[in-house]
């Protein structure tokens, strides 16, 4: 594989990197708002302003889904020129975490299930940030085992009246919209009896309740769901097909985390280690080399899903690869900053020096190793679609999930 770009990349990225300059806020500058997704210091509403205006530039310029359609507001690109694009905004001082749900996760799944109706109603204000989407996926007993969902929806003619519980929901309290599992038929096996659903979250019967986290942020929710309607053209696929629907979004889950890693994390990770006079420290060089090498890694694995994907081949089980590589990485990177920052490390407020975006970022990997499916359950699906290796045994393969349970009871 040929990591340079080619003439035309190359020219794609001056234009990118041209453009940024011009209208971007500087990294580490008094109007960089890049890590307001994780520090405590900045308003949510204030980020989420700030997204959202972003978003908007970046569309009305011709910067804003790279790969989509221009039929959808996007740029009509290839998914190489959409990782240049990734690489070159990381140097600047801006997020596009806000979104990532909608445009990284839904957004890609209507594309590939949706309706033209659908595609036409939802995608371009998807984009335009003026529509925020959350992730109604995870209940307190179907997390690992996502085809557990307990979450009932039933027809009554045109409509789905939907009752349940999801929890780990990210942005809820924020979102305009949302993607929702729900389980539609309980008299096939779990996996065949689940729909997906577009849901708008200001419908009457949502109560959300956001969950304290120890980074002191409020990002998850967990959601109950009390009878609340959602019209039947706003199902996504056939009915009782929902699971088709949910890998897509599940695989474009795993590589919008693994994306997320950047070489400029570990670049401004030396930079503090030079500041602080530890930068020939011979354990925290070992530590730091180590994350240098693993996010090296899993930019390889990216372009090799982005010549796939570039080929029209849609995400597959390589992006599991890539969200345990991230999840581990985000692990090291996090003991490395601690280390470096010392008894700084367990401050997480105003008294800290150096701020506290690194102590921030050390609270939260633990969640990636959770987030888009477990790193045990990224294990099984390499094992198997991958390496070829016989499945884990299951004894509800074809049991009715109304069924499930009884034996043990």
């Not at 979104?99 to 371009?124: C, N, S, Y």
């Not at 096996?189 to 577009?198: N, V």
Request: aromatic share 8%; hydrophobic share 35%; glycine share 10%.
């Amino acid at each position: 594989m040929d990591f340079d770009d080619t003439p035309d990349e190359a020219a794609f990225r001056i234009e990118a990197r041209t453009w940024l300059e011009a209208n971007a806020p500087v990294k580490g500058g008094p109007d960089d708002w890049s890590t307001g997704f994780l520090e405590r210091t900045m308003d949510p509403k204030e980020f989420t302003r700030r997204a959202k205006e972003w978003q908007s530039l970046l569309v009305d310029e011709g910067w804003a889904g790279i790969t989509w359609p221009k039929a959808y507001g996007g740029r009509g690109g290839t998914a190489i020129q959409s990782t240049i694009w990734g690489q070159e905004v990381s140097k600047f001082g801006v997020s596009a975490n806000t979104f990532a749900v909608g445009i990284g996760m839904a957004g890609p799944t209507i594309l590939r299930h949706g309706t033209d109706e659908q595609k036409q109603r939802f995608l371009q204000p998807m984009l335009r940030g003026d529509e925020v989407w959350c992730q109604l996926f995870s209940e307190p007993d179907a997390g690992s085992d996502l085809a557990n969902i307990a979450t009932r929806a039933v027809r009554d003619g045109d409509e789905w009246v939907v009752t349940g519980q999801k929890v780990w929901t990210s942005g809820a309290q924020d979102s305009d919209w949302g993607i929702l599992l729900a389980r539609t038929d309980p008299d096939v096996p779990k996996h065949r009896g689940i729909t997906y659903f577009l849901v708008d979250m200001t419908t009457p019967g949502f109560d959300i309740r956001p969950l304290k986290q120890m980074t002191g942020s409020e990002h998850f929710s967990e959601v109950f769901i009390d009878e609340v309607r959602i019209p039947h053209a706003n199902v996504l696929g056939e009915v009782n097909g929902g699971w088709a629907c949910a890998i897509t979004t599940l695989s474009n889950e795993r590589g919008l985390i693994a994306g997320g890693n950047k070489s400029s994390d570990t670049v401004a990770l030396i930079e503090l280690a030079r500041k602080r006079g530890r930068s020939q420290d011979p354990v925290l060089r070992q530590m730091i080399v180590d994350c240098w090498i693993r996010q090296q890694i899993q930019r390889f694995h990216g372009y090799r899903l982005q010549t796939a994907l570039s080929k029209g081949v849609p995400p597959g089980p390589e992006t599991s690869v890539m969200k345990l590589f991230a999840a581990e990485y985000l692990r090291r990177l996090g003991n490395a900053s601690e280390q470096l920052l010392g008894p700084e490390g367990t401050l997480l407020d105003e008294s800290a020096p150096a701020g506290t975006e690194w102590q921030t970022r050390f609270l939260f990997a633990p969640s990636i190793r959770i987030a888009g499916g477990s790193n045990e359950v990224q294990r099984n699906i390499m094992a198997e679609r991958v390496l070829g290796l016989p499945g884990e045994p299951r004894t509800d393969r074809d049991v009715p999930f109304r069924d499930l349970g009884k034996s043990a009871s």
